[in-house]
């Protein structure tokens, strides 16, 4: 029925331009953002902006592959107020923002306890559909 078409598509939820989000949605701030653990995370649809967190110590090293399979996006790391991270300034090492059509790989090597966010926003896109894996060292 009717009724009922409409009551799943409020469950799943449906973003910009029709676009249907995937079930981590509400993920678009810090304060929303879906927690990513260790592993593949697969089955992801981008209608505006996701945000993951992950929680490290000093010393942690997380490893983030991105893997776009529709769409343009930006993938970047930052802190709770949307700056990057003191150590994506002062460790040659860190890779702290891709951008394309494929997708790429974050590294980040923590100084600090501190939570981390992941985004990944649309360029020039109006959907992506895309794939995570988290690693920790």
Known sequence: TSESNNRIVREVGV?????????????????????????????????????????????????????LSAGEVAFAVHDVNGNYPTECTTVAQNICYVSGKTGGSLHFLSKNTQTIY????????????????????
């Open 118 to 137: 992941f985004t990944v926003t649309q360029v020039r896109s109006t959907y992506s559909r895309y794939s995570l894996t988290m690693q920790r060292r």
């Open 15 to 67: 973003g910009v331009g029709g676009c249907v989000d995937d079930t981590r949605e509400e993920n678009d701030t810090a304060a929303t953002a879906t927690p990513l653990t260790t592993g593949a995370h697969s089955r992801l649809y981008l209608c505006d902006d996701d945000l993951y967190s992950v929680s490290v110590v000093r010393g942690d090293v997380v490893d983030v592959q991105l893997d």
